[in-house]
C-alpha cells in the first residue's frame, strides 16, 4: 500500500492510499513529505458537453473524461444542445446519454426558453427537479417581461436562473453589463436567485459588488482565460476567440479585485469545444468558445498561486466549496482529486482527452499536474506516472 497524497476532505485531516489499482482515505496526515495535493473533487458549473445534437464537437464520453483529467469530479452542462432541455422528454435524451457515457458527475441545466429562442418559457414546472438551474446559456433574454417570468417561475420552484448577459443593442463591454444591470433591477423586484455567467469587464463586477452590499441574492463567476489575459496578449488565430471576449488590463484587475474581496464567487470553465475546421481561418471566421477543463487548475495555480495574488486553500475553495454550495450540489468525501504541484509541463493540445483543441494557453510553462482523480471511491482518471 502507497501513500500518494495527504490533505482535507469534507473538514477532515485525509491521506490518500492507493493499492492495487483501488483507492481509499484514511485518518490523518503522515509525516511523509510530497509534492502531492489532495483536493475536494472540484465542480464546474459552467461546461459545453455539445450531446445530443453536436457530437462531432463534443462528446459526454470525452468531455466527462478530459473533467476528470483535470481534477474535476461535477459538471453542469450547458442547454445549447439539439433538442434544447425545454421540456423533460428533450431533457430525457441527455440523461440517457449521461447515464450510459459519463464519466463524472453530470447535473443539466434546463433551458429558460422554449428552444432557446427568448419568445416563451420552457417547461420550467417539469424541469425543475431535473436540473441544477435555468439558462438560455449563448443567449441573452432581451425581453424584460419574460425575464421577470422566468425569475417569478424559478423563485417559486427554489432554482436559480443563471444568466448569460449579452445585450445585443450594444457593443464593446457595455454589450455584457447592460444586461447584467437589467437583470440586477429585475432580481431586486423578484427576489429571484441568480447567477452572472462569465463575467468579464470591470463593469460588471461594480454592479455584482453593489448588489450584493444592496442584499440581493446573486452571485457570479469567471473563467482563467479572463484572469490571466488581457487584449494585448492576442492573436489572429481562433484560440483566442470566445464569447464574452478577452477585455483590457484594466477589466483584468477588476476581476482579480472581485476575486480578493468576494465579489466573484466562483470559477467556471465555459469549456466549449468545436471541431478543428470550425476554429481555424484567423479570429474573425472562428466560432466562439475555447476548451478549458484540462488546463484550469494548472493555468490558474501557476499564474495565481505562485505569483502570491491568490492562497492555494483560495484557489481551491473557487473549483470545489463555492460552486457547490451555490448551485446546490451534493458534496461526497469519495470525490476527490490529486495534483503533483511539483510537477512542470508545456500545454499541449494534441493530448488532450476533450474533442476539442482550441485553447489559449497553447504551449504554456505550467505547475500542477492531475495525478489522480476518484467519484464515489472509484478511480476515473490516473496518469500513467502515479502507477510506478
Not at 483536493?39 to 473524461?65: M, N, W
Not at 447567477?195 to 482563467?224: F, M, N, Q, W, Y
Not at 482579480?256 to 471566421?285: M, N, R, Y
Not at 468525501?333 to 490529486?338: I, Q
Request: charged residues 25%.
Amino acid at each position: 500500500m502507497r501513500q500518494l497524497a495527504v490533505g482535507t476532505v469534507d473538514g477532515k485531516k485525509k491521506t490518500v492510499l492507493v493499492s492495487d489499482g483501488r483507492v481509499r482515505l484514511a485518518d490523518g496526515f503522515s509525516a511523509e513529505e510530497s509534492n502531492y495535493c489532495l483536493f475536494p473533487g472540484f465542480a464546474d458549473v459552467h461546461v459545453h458537453l455539445r450531446e445530443p445534437g453536436f457530437s462531432y464537437k463534443e462528446t459526454i464520453r470525452a468531455g466527462t473524461r478530459a473533467a476528470a483529467r483535470g481534477g474535476v469530479t461535477a459538471v453542469c452542462t450547458m442547454p445549447n444542445l439539439d433538442p434544447v432541455p425545454d421540456t423533460a422528454e428533450h431533457l430525457g435524451m441527455q440523461t440517457d446519454i449521461i447515464r450510459r457515457d459519463a464519466a463524472v458527475r453530470v447535473y443539466p441545466y434546463g433551458a429558460i426558453t422554449l428552444g432557446e429562442r427568448g419568445e416563451a418559457l420552457s417547461d420550467m414546472d417539469a424541469l425543475a427537479p431535473l436540473v441544477c438551474a435555468f439558462s438560455d446559456d449563448g443567449r441573452g433574454v432581451m425581453d424584460d417581461g419574460l425575464m421577470r417570468a422566468a425569475m417569478v417561475k424559478a423563485k417559486s420552484l427554489g432554482k436559480l436562473v443563471a444568466a448569460h448577459c449579452e445585450d445585443t443593442r450594444y457593443g464593446g463591454a457595455e454589450r455584457e453589463w447592460r444586461q447584467i444591470q437589467r437583470d440586477l433591477r429585475l432580481v431586486s423586484g423578484t427576489g429571484c436567485a441568480y447567477h452572472a455567467c462569465h463575467v468579464s469587464c470591470r463593469e460588471s463586477v461594480a454592479l455584482i459588488r453593489k448588489a450584493k452590499a444592496a442584499g440581493l441574492d446573486v452571485s457570479c463567476e469567471t473563467a482563467p482565460h479572463y484572469l490571466v489575459l488581457n487584449d494585448g496578449m492576442l492573436a489572429d488565430d481562433g484560440r483566442f476567440k470566445m464569447n464574452p471576449p478577452i477585455r483590457t488590463e484594466d477589466d483584468r484587475q477588476a476581476l482579480l479585485e472581485g476575486l480578493a474581496d468576494g465579489t466573484i464567487d466562483l470559477v467556471a470553465t465555459d469549456h466549449a469545444p468545436h471541431a478543428a475546421a470550425e476554429k481555424s481561418g484567423g479570429f474573425q471566421k472562428s466560432l466562439n468558445g475555447v476548451v478549458g477543463l484540462e488546463t484550469a487548475f494548472p493555468v490558474l495555480y501557476t499564474e495565481l498561486v505562485k505569483t502570491g495574488i491568490l492562497r492555494l486553500e483560495k484557489l481551491a475553495a473557487l473549483f470545489s466549496e463555492s460552486p457547490r454550495r451555490r448551485f446546490g450540489l451534493p458534496e461526497s468525501p469519495g470525490d476527490f482529486t490529486v495534483f503533483d504541484l511539483g510537477s512542470a509541463y508545456e500545454i499541449a493540445p494534441v493530448q488532450f482527452l476533450s474533442l476539442g483543441r482550441a485553447t489559449p494557453f497553447e504551449g504554456m510553462r505550467v505547475w500542477g499536474k492531475c495525478v489522480l482523480t476518484a467519484v464515489g471511491g472509484n478511480i476515473v482518471w490516473q496518469d500513467d506516472s502515479t502507477e510506478r
